[in-house]
C-alpha cells in the first residue's frame, strides 16, 4: 500500500515524538506505532472533514408531529482539546418538530460528527443543538451531555468518578419550564429495556 504524502508525514511527527520522550521508535514493540497512531488520530478527528448540514439533510422527513422526539445515552469518544486526552460519556438529544423531523440515527451521527473533534464538551453539546436548529428549525431543542475526561481523571487532580454535565436548551426548552422539566425527566428514568 502506496501511504500519502500526509500520512508519512505525520508518522514521522510521531516518530519524533517517541524518540523526544525517550524512547527508540524503530525497537520491536514500536515499529508500527507511528502508523497506528497516525490511523488512529485520523479516524478520531474525522469530525472535521464532515458536514453537519449534509449529514442531516439526507434524513429529514416531512411529518405531522409536534410532541417532543428524545434520543437518549448515545455513547460518544471525544479528545479534549487541551490534552488530546479523551473524554467519553453519553448524550441526550430532544427536539420539538415543527413539520420535519430527523432520521433517528442521523442524530446519534450528528453526535459522532462533533466528538470526532478536538472539542471541549460545552462546545460540543451547543454544536449539536445549533445543527439541529439549523436544520429543521424546530419548536426547540434540548442537548445534555454527560462525560468523564481522562484530563482530570488521569493527570492534574486525579479525579477518578468526577463527571461533567453540560446542556444546551433552545426554543422551548429554554422559555417553558415545563418542557425542559420533561426533558430532564425522561432522560433520568431508567431504561424500560
Do not use: W
Not at 10 to 20: D, F, K, Q
Not at 61 to 79: A, K, P
Not at 165 to 186: D, H, I, P, V, Y
Amino acid at each position: 500500500m502506496v501511504k500519502s504524502l500526509e500520512q508519512a508525514t505525520t508518522e514521522e511527527l510521531y516518530s519524533e515524538v517517541l524518540r523526544r520522550l525517550g524512547e527508540d521508535p524503530e525497537r520491536d514493540g514500536l515499529l508500527k506505532t507511528p502508523e497506528r497512531v497516525a490511523k488512529s488520530m485520523a479516524f478520531l478527528t474525522q469530525g472535521y472533514a464532515q458536514n453537519p448540514t449534509e449529514l442531516l439533510r439526507g434524513a429529514l422527513f416531512d411529518v405531522d408531529y409536534d410532541e417532543m422526539v428524545i434520543v437518549r445515552d448515545i455513547e460518544f469518544y471525544s479528545l479534549c482539546e487541551h490534552h488530546m486526552l479523551p473524554f467519553f460519556g453519553k448524550a441526550h438529544v430532544a427536539y420539538i418538530p415543527q413539520g420535519k423531523v430527523i432520521g433517528l440515527s442521523k442524530v446519534a451521527r450528528l453526535v459522532d460528527l462533533f466528538a470526532r473533534r478536538l472539542q471541549v464538551q460545552e462546545r460540543m453539546t451547543r454544536q449539536i443543538a445549533d445543527a439541529i436548529v439549523e436544520a429543521i428549525a424546530p419548536q426547540g431543542v434540548g442537548v445534555v451531555v454527560e462525560a468523564q475526561h481522562l484530563c482530570m481523571m488521569m493527570r492534574g487532580v486525579e479525579k477518578q468518578h468526577s463527571m461533567t454535565t453540560t446542556s444546551a436548551m433552545l426554543g422551548a426548552f429554554r422559555n417553558a419550564a415545563q418542557t425542559r422539566n420533561e426533558f430532564l425527566s425522561l432522560i433520568r428514568r431508567p431504561s424500560a429495556l
